[in-house]
């Protein structure tokens, strides 16, 4: 059972890598378009 456990803590720490690249990637582009947008 212990190994088991071990087993779905990797697979959610990777889940966790990939949202966290997520919100990266959404937090560059969105300051990107911040950028690009005129400034009224």
Known sequence: ?????????EKLDGINDKIDQTALDT???H???IKLMPTP
């Open 31 to 33: 300051e990107t378009l």
């Open 1 to 9: 059972m212990k190994d088991n456990t071990h087993r779905m803590d």
């Open 27 to 29: 937090e560059l582009h």
